[in-house]
């Protein structure tokens, strides 16, 4: 180690000298999830979306509490050595989290990035594990299609037309431990944290709450383009680069937004509200979103590959629309975040 | 510096090795907080409570815009050299820090701790810096009466009436440049950041929403107990022991909760909820409340008593009641959380 060394890199970014392991990731997300193209790498489906609780708000909240029982129960860790709990969620307030993880006890620093919220959690919780502040944390974030939609746009029985450009809330949890040591297992392939990038508030005035992809596929741009700049790499430097819920439409626009300033990125490009459903026969139009859409498919498939080594290097860009009901209804346009990690798959 | 020294201290604790220090502050308020006791010591007293905007929430995001420019000004600092904002507010998904702090460009951690969210941004911040992740950032949070009442409890045009143990929500915001580097003027005495507590969330079961001070008194007493215990030191080791905005009541209550543990912190305890109206001629009934109640009285009052040295060591403890609107009405008690920053004045 050389401690005369930055960690600062260029503008926005940071190279961590002694790169913090991923040693654990739990998953849990809805029925639908479960039936998509990604159902067999989650670690739990479950049938019922109230999650046994009398309200959507209490369900999302399950839905955390049960994937921190996850990937707690997989790394064989007890609450007592996780030292800081990293999350959030989107309803107001971030009440899916207070209530999903009071009964651990765990100190919590609750966050907030709209739907990049799960790049913000492992970002701050890497920062904590190399900074030597910590010598495990656990980074969480859900989301609950029925909370979501209650929240952001109308209630389900009203059963209003969705335009095409829509995305539909994943109903999901994602949950990793991020620890200064490598896993205790024998496993020759370990999952370290080289790096992140973290993201500005973009707005480029987009007003439409229903084209959420377009909203945040140019903050996706900015944040992969400044980590191309400050870290001096191609898009082939990585396997996969893979936005959060950009969807359909908004993948198209940040392939578009990185091949003006020269950059080739589409075999990278990939998107986790693309994966998760297959939009035909699913009905999903643009693809999945949530916090908890990027979190599910980050703790189970993305992990899968690098564990495989079918990917060895992976940049992962949770995307946010940073709105309201109440800044929507005020007229003001949606800006975006995205927070970028480098994971990578070493031996 | 000695690297073997853990900066981890006891079960919820920091300890800088390297103490980052705070460097400038900036505060703004409104008509009636300038009015108040503190009234002298605000940099900035506005006396429209819509700023020039057209809404509630644009007029918050104005105080943050503005609290921002004040403290860059004071620090002589450029955008560029802030690697890290790192903010919050009370407004649902956090509206008003995503616009009002938009156009300075500067990567952004959104974070939420309800009204202890000035005690986590300053977490967070001092992390960043003393981790060697920055060399400089921006803390801030805001709150404005208007803004909340719409958002949490009635809009103002109901005229309900307000029970004894209400709060006032404060309409200000407060910021803080957190520095690796000591300030550049010649000043003899700095401010710096010794240690932190992260609180967890605390669940008593409080259920009246209108009582936030005793939903909240139970979390500033776990986390002060908690600061007392990790540091092994007792409540004279401070000057002050500041929480953000538990008012007349949760303030006794907390002194309560404390001497029950045989701490007796009578001497120390001081409210910035208190302090910042005169509550009998003000008519704000327990106290102010906010998460620019905390900010803008740290940012200001307590800033100033540490400079003159007329207290040396501050615990800052801004407390947070876990409440959304959807959260209260569907019967869920009302859990509280306090994150504590030790400030001190040394030459």
Redesign the interface.
């Known amino acids: 180690m050389n401690?005369d060394k930055?960690?600062?890199i260029g503008?926005?970014s940071?190279e961590f000298i002694k790169p913090p392991y991923i040693i654990a990731e739990g998953s849990i997300v809805g029925k639908k999830e479960g039936e998509g193209p990604l159902g067999l790498y989650f670690d739990k489906i479950e049938e019922d979306s109230f999650l046994g609780k009398?309200?959507w708000?209490?369900a999302e909240s399950e839905l955390m509490r049960q994937a921190v029982k996850i990937v707690m129960e997989k790394s064989g860790l007890k609450k007592?050595d996780v030292?800081?709990l990293i999350g959030?969620d989107?309803?107001?307030?971030?009440?899916a989290t207070?209530?999903g993880?009071?009964e651990f006890?765990?100190?919590?620093?609750?966050?907030?990035?709209?739907c990049s919220t799960m790049g913000?959690a492992i970002?701050?919780g890497a920062?904590?594990v190399?900074?030597?502040?910590?010598?495990k944390v656990l980074a969480i974030t859900s989301s609950h299609y029925a909370s979501a939609e209650k929240?952001f746009r109308f209630p389900l029985n009203y059963a209003n037309q969705r335009p095409s450009c829509a995305s539909w809330t994943v109903t999901g949890s994602g949950a990793v431990i991020i620890s200064k040591d490598k896993p205790e297992s024998n496993e020759e392939v370990k999952i370290i944290i080289r790096g992140i990038t973290?993201?500005?508030?973009v707005?480029y005035g987009i007003k439409d709450a229903m084209n959420m992809g377009a909203a945040m596929a140019p903050a996706a741009y900015e944040t992969i383009y400044q980590n191309f700049k400050d870290f001096a790499i191609e898009p082939d430097y990585y396997d996969k680069i893979i936005t959060g819920d950009l969807g359909a439409v908004g993948k198209d626009i940040l392939n578009d937004l990185l091949k003006e300033k020269g950059y080739d990125a589409s075999e990278q490009l990939m998107d986790c509200g693309v994966e998760i459903y297959n939009a035909e026969q699913q009905d999903t139009h643009a693809g999945g979103s949530g916090c908890g859409c990027s979190a599910a498919t980050f703790s189970s498939y993305i992990i899968k590959q690098l564990k495989d080594q079918s990917w060895k290097r992976v940049l992962f860009v949770p995307t946010g629309a940073?709105?309201?009901?109440?800044?929507f209804n005020?007229g003001?346009a949606v800006?975006g975040?995205a927070h970028a990690v480098m994971v990578e798959s070493v031996e």
Do not use: C, H
């Open positions: 401690d930055s960690k600062m503008l926005q940071i009398g309200t708000e209490e007592e030292r800081y959030g989107l309803l107001s307030q971030l009440i207070s209530f993880i009071e006890d765990i100190p919590l620093f609750g966050i907030y990035g709209a913000e970002s701050i920062i904590l190399e900074g030597g502040f910590a010598d929240q973290t993201g500005k508030v707005d940073l709105l309201s009901p109440v800044s005020i003001n800006p975040i």
